[in-house]
């Protein structure tokens, strides 16, 4: 594949991954959010899902580039599809530490209009054990920070300079935990659905096939190494 095509492709992937953060945006400009019965909690719902989506997206490439060495390309856009995964799950987290919490944003914007930038910490100090208290009490919560704080280490260690400092092989090994954390945030959606709510289970589907796939892949390959080192001994 050419360069040109794949800046163009990559453009291409940079518009499709901003298109949910520009419909939430034009839902919040057009007036129709603020006539959501929870709009809170349709943009919790809304950056969560979208990254979950994004997240299996990122883990689909790997199995889908290897039905043809023709699409061996689609590779070079895992780990920009990957690091939108990471900034929907930041987003879901701010919506949560900032707006679900209970902290007083529009309280901080007149504070700091007012000259009081303290204003942002005596927020936080105000919300800080209610968030505390969450953490400790409900799993769910704790199973996605877990997701995040993966997709977090990810994302640090995802640019080539550090991938070069780190060894191949030892960034290959930090990089599987991408499926530890896609695990942890299917069980996060589990955890918060009620009992007998079953709208997780196509997330979990594709996870699961994802997973297949991997566990397959990895058992075949060692298989040819055995069959090769077996041939080679003869
Ligand atoms: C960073 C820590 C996280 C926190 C504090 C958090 C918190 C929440 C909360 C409060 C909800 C709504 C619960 C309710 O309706 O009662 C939620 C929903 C959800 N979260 Fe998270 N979350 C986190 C991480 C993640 C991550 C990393 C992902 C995916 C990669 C994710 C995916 C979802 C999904 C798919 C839903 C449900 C959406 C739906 O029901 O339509 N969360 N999360």
């Known amino acids: 594949m050419q360069k040109q095509t794949i800046i163009l492709l990559k453009a291409v992937t940079h518009i499709l991954c901003l298109l949910p953060l520009l419909s939430l945006y034009r839902f919040y400009s057009s007036g129709a959010l603020a006539?959501?019965?929870?709009?809170?909690?349709?943009?919790t719902h809304f950056t969560g899902n979208w990254a979950l989506w994004i997240l299996?997206?990122?883990?689909?490439?790997t199995p889908i580039r290897r039905i043809s060495v023709r699409i061996s390309w689609l590779i070079r856009f895992r780990r920009l599809i990957g690091l939108y995964?990471?900034?929907y799950?930041?987003?879901h987290l701010a919506t949560y530490l900032f707006l679900f919490s209970g902290y007083d944003v529009v309280a901080v914007l007149d504070g700091l209009r007012a000259g009081h930038p303290a204003v942002i910490f005596e927020q936080f100090r105000q919300v800080w054990p209610y968030i505390w208290d969450d953490v400790m009490k409900r799993r769910f919560v704790q199973v996605g920070f877990l997701a995040w704080l993966i997709l977090l280490a990810l994302?640090?260690?995802?640019?080539?300079a550090i991938m070069?400092?780190?060894?191949?092989?030892?960034?290959?090994?930090?990089?599987r935990f991408v499926y530890l954390a896609a695990a942890a945030a299917v069980i996060h959606y589990w955890w918060l659905v009620k009992t007998g709510v079953l709208s997780p289970w196509k997330d979990t589907a594709i996870l699961a096939v994802l997973l297949l796939a991997r566990v397959g892949y990895v058992l075949l390959k060692k298989r040819s190494v055995s069959t090769t080192k077996v041939v080679a001994a003869r």
């Open 56 to 61: 299996l997206a990122s883990l689909a490439i």
């Open 89 to 91: 799950a930041t987003l």
């Open 164 to 175: 070069r400092a780190m060894g191949g092989k030892n960034w290959q090994r930090l990089h």
């Open 155 to 160: 994302a640090a260690t995802s640019p080539a």
């Open 85 to 87: 995964a990471f900034f």
């Open 35 to 43: 006539l959501n019965s929870d709009p809170i909690n349709f943009i």
